[in-house]
């Protein structure tokens, strides 16, 4: 039981002062009723105000919680580009990407694009095209500021990736395919939306473009250009099924389980040496190490599938391409001291994994 939300009701403290009130009514009270009584209502006076006080907060809470969870149910049937800078776009141009987006096997498909002429408050932000096709009508939105308010702060409180807060931090400006209406018949047609979606998107991407928002999903991935056929596949949620890259997770300075796991890792590195020296197969990739590099000041630790081992060195192909560093590359042979080593894996005799110890943090900090 809540004991702090049983005291601060009214309701419980109003029944006891009925209850002693009536007894007094009727059959009277002894001194200790009397005093009962008097604390009963000293009770209710206080849990009353306290409740009346706080019920602009409970309103207000209730409302923010409702219109959190009608946003995430009207969510539109959209994806987003988040660019680096203000786009320009006419009719013309869009007609184009229109016509090049659904050409099917180089047969054109009948379409009507035209611009919506913006209101005074949108005039200079927003620009705004219909395309219209049999089975619908999509919105095609270009807008010369950013997709979220505050970038920086919003990136920095709720993007552990560092490439996807980067990314997300830097864009400047947005655009955006929706689904705007459907035909009676297509009412249903949610994967025919998100095909179309996804080839007017890819046919508008370019450099300027930085990442790639599902507003239905609440899913964003960093953009590449190795997306684009993707997004023309028919099914372009896929894309956010996992990151575009391998992330890169910060973790504070010093944070004592991250620093008893790096201990744990080092201590039982013979571990990983025996099982290494002792593989049934000399080619076997599963044996893989965390390290850290670094590069004019800064640092990164990545993972090193491991082909040699010896001289205080750890020597291997590297399975992550850097943030930052730019002399590193995924797939370039690698050798590390032995200080640099943070972490290793290997796999167990009766399956799953031996080590992790840092993942094991990471994950429990990625739930929290």
Not at 120 to 146: C, D, E, N
Not at 264 to 269: G, N, T, V
Not at 308 to 323: A, E, S, T
Request: aromatic content about 8%; glycine content about 8%.
């Amino acid at each position: 039981m809540n004991w702090d939300t049983f005291f601060r009701n009214p309701i419980v403290p109003g029944l006891v002062v009925s209850v002693l009130v009536g007894r007094l009514a009727t059959a009277g009270l002894p001194w200790q009723g009397a005093a009962g009584l008097g604390v009963g209502i000293a009770w209710f006076g206080v849990s009353l105000i306290d409740w009346l006080y706080n019920l602009r907060r409970r309103r207000a809470a209730y409302a923010a919680a409702l219109e959190r969870t009608l946003t995430k149910i009207q969510a539109p049937l959209s994806l987003v580009l988040l660019l680096d800078g203000p786009r320009n776009g006419d009719l013309k141009s869009v007609q184009s990407c229109v016509r090049h987006a659904l050409a099917i096997d180089g047969e054109p498909v009948d379409f009507v694009v035209e611009a919506v002429s913006p209101s005074v408050a949108t005039a200079k932000s927003l620009r705004q095209f219909l395309v219209r096709l049999p089975h619908g009508v999509y919105g095609i939105f270009l807008s010369s500021r950013p997709y979220i308010a505050d970038p920086e702060r919003f990136a920095r409180e709720t993007i552990r990736d560092k490439r996807l807060r980067k990314a997300v931090e830097s864009h400047a400006a947005w655009l955006s395919v929706d689904l705007v209406s459907a035909t009676p018949e297509e009412t249903e047609g949610r994967h025919r939306a998100y095909d179309t979606i996804g080839r007017l998107l890819a046919a508008m991407t370019g450099p300027d473009c930085l990442a790639i928002y599902a507003p239905e999903l609440a899913r964003c991935n960093e953009f590449d250009p190795a997306l684009i056929e993707r997004l023309s596949s028919g099914t372009p949620l896929a894309i956010f099924d996992e990151p575009t890259f391998e992330p890169v997770l910060e973790i504070e300075e010093g944070d004592p389980r991250m620093v008893a796991a790096v201990e744990e890792a080092l201590s039982r590195w013979p571990e990983f040496v025996a099982a290494y020296h002792q593989r049934r197969y000399p080619d076997d990739d599963r044996y893989i190490v965390k390290a850290e590099f670094s590069e004019s000041g800064r640092s990164e630790f990545m993972w090193i599938c491991v082909n040699d081992i010896g001289g205080g060195r750890i020597g291997g192909i590297l399975m992550n391409d850097p943030h930052e560093l730019e002399g590193y590359h995924r797939g370039m042979q690698v050798s590390i001291e032995m200080d640099r080593l943070n972490d290793w894996i290997y796999p167990g005799e009766e399956g799953g994994i031996v080590g992790g110890f840092t993942l094991d943090v990471l994950t429990d900090r990625d739930d929290s």
